[in-house]
């Protein structure tokens, strides 16, 4: 196997060694299961009005085949199997893998977990209806290169889900000095500031991958309520974008 690519050998040994805790929901990973239901909740809403699905239909995706890339643990790929659709769970961490393959397992779930990268999946001419890239754009090496291997997995009029940190100070006190040395929520570096990406910056990017930015989000954290919101105009910390590939791109 070739893992040809964007992807940053230190970033995927970072994520190898928290791989055994993906599901312990007061573990490393306590930050993503917290915002689990909010990012599920924008993706849902997005695939079903773009495929025009009924999500209080039984399996609402189903004959839909979703890319979760950067899957991890499995987090989001697990609920979209249980919505119907066909999933793809793929990631360059390979320690990643057996962790989500076992969870799916215990779970009754048919999920294709692979030890792969979008640039991989795309030259062996893998295609989809839906692309999940979630927290993944700010940790490779090449985000263009990386967002073009993405457009390439789509099928025309797919649709692809893309999550990111903006860059400003605030999410620099928020995603790094908080959640890293304040709440200890998340090793120390695993984010890098400078590697964050404005929302602007990041539709350019991906009008220049060749797909067109349909809508955007901004993901809230509520310290009081300790929970995770939908934000039409909070884009300042965490936010969430969906694009299409339009015209045989």
């Not at 689990?36 to 839909?64: H, M, S, V, W």
């Amino acid at each position: 196997m070739t893992l040809t690519s964007t992807v940053d050998p230190a970033e995927v040994a970072k994520f190898e060694a928290m791989a055994a805790e993906w599901w312990d929901p007061n573990g490393k990973f306590k930050p993503l299961h917290m915002l689990n239901p909010c990012r599920l909740d924008y993706i849902t809403r997005q695939i079903a009005a773009e495929f025009d699905r009924d999500l209080t239909q039984p399996l609402p995706f189903k004959g839909l085949r979703l890319l979760d890339i950067g899957c991890g643990g499995g987090l989001l790929s697990e609920p979209m199997a249980r919505l119907g659709a066909d999933v793809v769970g793929a990631d360059a961490a390979a320690r990643n893998i057996p962790v989500a393959m076992v969870h799916a397992e215990q779970s009754g779930l048919r999920i294709d977990y692979r030890h792969t990268t979008a640039e991989d999946l795309a030259a062996a001419g893998e295609r989809f209806d839906v692309v999940l890239n979630m927290e993944v754009v700010e940790h490779v090496a090449d985000p263009l290169a990386y967002l073009t291997a993405c457009q390439n997995l789509l099928k025309n009029n797919g649709l692809m889900i893309c999550s990111t940190l903006n860059r400003n100070p605030k999410s620099f006190v928020m995603a790094i000095i908080g959640a890293e040395y304040v709440m200890r929520w998340l090793p120390k570096g695993t984010h890098e500031w400078q590697k964050f990406i404005t929302p602007d910056e990041l539709y350019d990017l991906i009008r220049r991958a060749g797909l067109e930015p349909v809508d955007k989000k901004g993901m809230v954290f509520n310290p009081v309520s300790w929970s995770w919101s939908l934000s039409a105009r909070d884009l300042s910390c965490n936010y969430v974008t969906a694009s299409v590939k339009r015209n045989g791109h």
